[in-house]
């Protein structure tokens, strides 16, 4: 089992349950400029199909979370993570994981979206709340490595 996660230190109990059974893990995370900005890309492929994949995006400003009618891609399994370790937002669904951080650094703010790429663990709400503390995780650890300075 990794102990990063394209850079950044996550712990077995989180990662485990995400990746299927395999023998070997390769990633790659690569950092782009796209704009004015930059996005990161974390691919993680389990004996070479994909298993874990995370986009992060720069954004000039903290994204509101958008829930109901005024979420255009309005979907009721969609819940609000609560006690996130991070100034921002997070939510879950069934099959994928978005969050919004303050940053300050080069950015105002890094946006995460994190599409669930196997269907590791089986159960549903399992897998919801192993999304959700990947996302506790992963994004302290992300936000220390693009160099943010907001709490």
């Keep these: 089992m990794p102990k990063e996660i394209c850079g950044v230190r996550m712990s077995e109990d989180v990662v485990e349950p995400l ?6 893990v390769e990633q790659e995370r690569e950092r782009r400029p796209f704009r004015d900005r930059h996005f990161v890309n974390c691919d993680v492929d389990v004996d070479g199909k994909g298993a874990l994949y995370v986009k992060v995006s720069e954004s000039h400003h903290l994204p509101k979370l958008r829930r109901g009618k005024d979420n255009p891609e309005h979907n009721d399994d969609v ?3 609560e006690d996130l370790p991070f100034s921002g937002w997070a939510t879950v669904s069934d099959d994928t994981v978005s969050a919004a951080a ?3 650094g080069e950015a105002e703010a890094l946006v995460f979206h994190f599409p669930f790429q ?3 663990p089986e159960d549903l709400k399992e897998r919801r709340a192993a999304g959700a503390r990947f ?3 992963f994004v302290p650890g992300e936000r220390k490595k693009e160099g943010c300075t907001a709490r």
């Design 19 to 24: 990746l299927p059974d395999g023998d070997e």
């Design 79 to 81: 819940e609000e993570i």
């Design 102 to 104: 303050e940053c300050g």
């Design 118 to 120: 196997t269907d590791n």
């Design 135 to 137: 996302i506790k995780e």
